[in-house]
């Protein structure tokens, strides 16, 4: 190897340690610019769990209906994996129990007498502010897994960055100094090729 183009190596290599180390910056910062959002988002929000021993008709954690949930009583919901465990465990078993296990565009409104039609317009608006509060609460969740992800990611970056550094340490101050490659020319019998 040359001098030039051991140097031209080493350019390469320190390109790459900046690309990987600034790409690999941006991804944590992002990261935790969204979970902190999230975070943020959630908190304004003031969505509590209830507590263990709140007796709430249809609101408590009861150990034997939510023992999924214990691990959360009391608490505000304020990162994505409260948010998935309030949508999916705690809103989600409420609005099976709303018009018999329907969703909200099944419930008809317009058929029956007076007061069928305005049971279904509460189910039906119950199961509307339900459903949507909990699909607001899974979309906060998977932007937090989404961010979280990207964090991981940005830390195998500044790992691949750590190893290239370190080549690059290596080949600057450890490396044999390369001088320059002769190539044997190779010799010429003793006889004339004839014809």
Partial sequence: MTKGLRWRFITLIAALVVILGGASAFLINEG???NNTVHDQLTAQQIFFPAATTE???GALDPAKFPDLQQYAGQQVD????????????LGRHLATVAGGKHYA????????????ATAAAQKATLFQGETLKNML???????MLATYTIYGGYGLLLAALVVFAALV????????PDE??????????SPISA
């Fill in 79 to 90: 990162n994505g994996t409260k948010a998935k465990a309030y949508a999916e465990g705690f």
């Fill in 181 to 190: 490659v002769v190539v044997p020319r190779p010799k010429a019998s003793g």
């Fill in 32 to 34: 935790n610019f969204v």
């Fill in 138 to 144: 899974l979309n906060a969740w998977g932007w937090s």
């Fill in 106 to 117: 099944q419930i008809d409104t317009n058929s029956g007498t007076a007061a069928d039609k």
């Fill in 56 to 58: 709430v008709p249809g």
């Fill in 170 to 177: 290596f080949e600057l101050f450890f490396a044999t100094s």
